[in-house]
């Protein structure tokens, strides 16, 4: 297919249903800050600020809790695990937005 028609193909569906991408990027703009433990993202940027989602299971949240009672970094993997989820969601956010310029 040449870039041609391509072109004119898309001028053709932007005559006809623009007024779906003004809602679609509606949508995406009020819904960009909104964090879904369903949906597969667990950090995302809103403006200048950067929101981090992490989904511990119930017994790990206890643990996390027990580990903080004891004040023994030494002894403590959930919140290791947690300070490495977190270390990796900004950095990879981070990268996303040097790719963005």
């Not at 249903?17 to 950090?43: C, F, T, V």
């Amino acid at each position: 297919m040449s870039s041609q028609s391509e072109e004119e193909e898309w001028e053709s569906w932007e005559e006809e249903y623009s007024y779906m991408s003004s809602d679609i990027y509606q949508s995406i703009k009020k819904n960009s800050h909104l964090l879904d433990i369903n949906d597969g993202h667990h950090a995302k940027w809103h403006e200048d600020q950067l929101g981090v989602m992490i989904v511990l299971p119930f017994e790990h949240a206890m643990a996390f809790s027990a580990e903080a009672l004891m004040n023994d970094p030494e002894r403590s993997p959930v919140h290791e695990y947690v300070f490495e989820a977190v270390t990796g969601l900004i950095l990879a956010a981070a990268d996303a937005m040097d790719d963005s310029d």
